[in-house]
C-alpha cells in the first residue's frame, strides 16, 4: 500500500474536515495519510483520533511558509511528527497574522468591484487557519459572479498585476528548517519544481533537511528523476503526496493522486 503524506483540510485553504480526508483515504485504500495544513497544527489531534477510529495510520505535520531571500522565492517545508509544536508556534502564529492582516486588506478593493456581504467571506474561515485569498474566491462563486476559483477572476484579483494583490513578509527558509529541526520534527522539501528550488536544495541538505517531496502531481518525469537521484545520494526521505485540497484547487485530484511508498513512511517515522 501506499501514503498521501500531503493533504490540506478547512484548518487551512482546503475544503474537506479531517474526518473526510481521512474516510477518503480508507476508501482509496491508502495505509496511511498526513494532514499538512498550511502554517496550523490545528487539525492534527483530530486527525490521529480519527485515523486510530477507522485503521488509517495519520502523520501529524503542517506545511510551513518560508522564503529564500537570496533567490526571491517562496519556499514550503513539510514538517511532520514534532515533538514539541511549541518551538514552532511562534513563528507560524506570526506568518498566520501577517497572511490573515494581508488578505484583510484586500476586501476592500474586491468588494468596490464585487459588492457582497463581508459575512459571506468569514463564514468560510474556519479555526486554526485565519484567512486565505480562497475565502474570499469562495464567497465570489456563491454569490454567482464565477464558478470557478482559480480562474479569470482569481487572476484579475490576485495575478501578478491584481487589483486586490497584496503582500507579506515570511521567516527565512533557513530560520524556519532549524526551528523545524528544534522541534524534534522532520523536514522535507515540498514541490521543488512549483517555486523551482532547485539551487536551493544543497544548502537545505547542509543545514539539515531529512528529505524531498518527489511523487507529487506537479512534477514531471524528468522532475522525479532528478529528486529521486539526489534523494538516494543523500539519504533522504522521499516523500509523495496530492497536495489536496479537495476542490479548492485548479485541476481534480482526488486524494492518493501522489503517495509515498510504505518505505518511505517506515523511513520518516524512524527519523521522528
Same mark, same amino acid.
Given at each position: 500500500?501506499?501514503?498521501?503524506?500531503?493533504?490540506?483540510?478547512?484548518?487551512?485553504?482546503?475544503?474537506?474536515?479531517?474526518?473526510?480526508?481521512?474516510?477518503?483515504?480508507?476508501? *482509496?485504500?491508502?495505509?496511511?495519510?498526513?494532514?499538512?495544513?498550511?502554517?496550523?497544527?490545528?487539525?492534527?489531534?483530530?486527525?490521529?483520533?480519527?485515523?486510530?477510529?477507522?485503521?488509517?495510520?495519520?502523520?501529524?505535520?503542517?506545511?510551513?511558509?518560508?522564503?529564500?531571500?537570496?533567490?526571491?522565492?517562496?519556499?514550503?517545508?513539510?514538517?511532520?511528527?514534532?515533538?514539541?509544536?511549541?518551538?514552532?508556534?511562534?513563528?507560524?502564529?506570526?506568518?498566520?497574522?501577517?497572511?490573515?492582516?494581508?488578505?484583510?486588506?484586500?476586501?476592500?478593493?474586491?468588494?468596490?468591484?464585487?459588492?457582497?456581504?463581508?459575512?459571506?467571506?468569514?463564514?468560510?474561515?474556519?479555526?486554526?487557519?485565519?484567512?486565505?485569498? *480562497?475565502?474570499?474566491?469562495?464567497?465570489?462563486?456563491?454569490?454567482?459572479?464565477?464558478?470557478?476559483?482559480?480562474?479569470?477572476?482569481?487572476?484579475?484579483?490576485?495575478?501578478?498585476?491584481?487589483?486586490?494583490?497584496?503582500?507579506?513578509?515570511?521567516?527565512?527558509?533557513?530560520?524556519?528548517?532549524?526551528?523545524?529541526?528544534?522541534?524534534?520534527?522532520?523536514?522535507?522539501?515540498?514541490?521543488?519544481?512549483?517555486?523551482?528550488?532547485?539551487?536551493?536544495?544543497?544548502?537545505?541538505?547542509?543545514?539539515?533537511?531529512?528529505?524531498?517531496?518527489?511523487?507529487?502531481?506537479?512534477?514531471?518525469?524528468?522532475?522525479?528523476?532528478?529528486?529521486?537521484?539526489?534523494?538516494?545520494?543523500?539519504?533522504?526521505?522521499?516523500?509523495?503526496?496530492?497536495?489536496?485540497?479537495?476542490?479548492?484547487?485548479?485541476?481534480?485530484?482526488?486524494?492518493?493522486?501522489?503517495?509515498?511508498?510504505?518505505? *518511505?513512511?517506515?523511513?520518516?517515522?524512524?527519523?521522528?
Amino acid at each position: 500500500m501506499s501514503a498521501d503524506l500531503h493533504c490540506h483540510s478547512i484548518y487551512s485553504d482546503g475544503t474537506l474536515t479531517v474526518k473526510e480526508i481521512i474516510l477518503l483515504a480508507k476508501a *482509496q485504500g491508502l495505509s496511511a495519510v498526513a494532514i499538512t495544513d498550511h502554517d496550523t497544527f490545528a487539525g492534527c489531534a483530530e486527525a490521529v483520533a480519527y485515523g486510530k477510529m477507522y485503521g488509517i495510520t495519520v502523520i501529524t505535520g503542517a506545511e510551513i511558509s518560508s522564503y529564500d531571500y537570496k533567490r526571491k522565492r517562496k519556499v514550503h517545508l513539510l514538517c511532520y511528527m514534532p515533538k514539541d509544536t511549541s518551538v514552532i508556534e511562534p513563528m507560524i502564529s506570526l506568518t498566520t497574522s501577517r497572511r490573515t492582516n494581508a488578505v484583510l486588506s484586500s476586501i476592500p478593493k474586491v468588494l468596490e468591484k464585487y459588492p457582497i456581504p463581508r459575512e459571506m467571506i468569514f463564514s468560510n474561515v474556519n479555526k486554526g487557519s485565519g484567512l486565505f485569498k *480562497q475565502h474570499i474566491m469562495t464567497a465570489l462563486i456563491n454569490a454567482g459572479y464565477t464558478n470557478e476559483l482559480y480562474g479569470d477572476l482569481f487572476h484579475e484579483l490576485f495575478g501578478r498585476n491584481g487589483i486586490a494583490k497584496t503582500s507579506y513578509s515570511l521567516p527565512n527558509v533557513f530560520d524556519a528548517l532549524k526551528t523545524i529541526k528544534r522541534s524534534g520534527a522532520v523536514c522535507v522539501l515540498a514541490h521543488p519544481n512549483v517555486y523551482n528550488s532547485y539551487e536551493l536544495i544543497p544548502e537545505l541538505i547542509a543545514c539539515g533537511l531529512d528529505g524531498i517531496e518527489v511523487n507529487y502531481p506537479r512534477a514531471k518525469e524528468s522532475d522525479i528523476e532528478v529528486l529521486g537521484d539526489i534523494c538516494r545520494k543523500y539519504d533522504l526521505i522521499m516523500t509523495g503526496g496530492t497536495d489536496f485540497h479537495g476542490r479548492n484547487t485548479d485541476k481534480p485530484l482526488k486524494i492518493g493522486t501522489g503517495t509515498a511508498t510504505d518505505e *518511505q513512511v517506515r523511513k520518516l517515522k524512524a527519523e521522528s
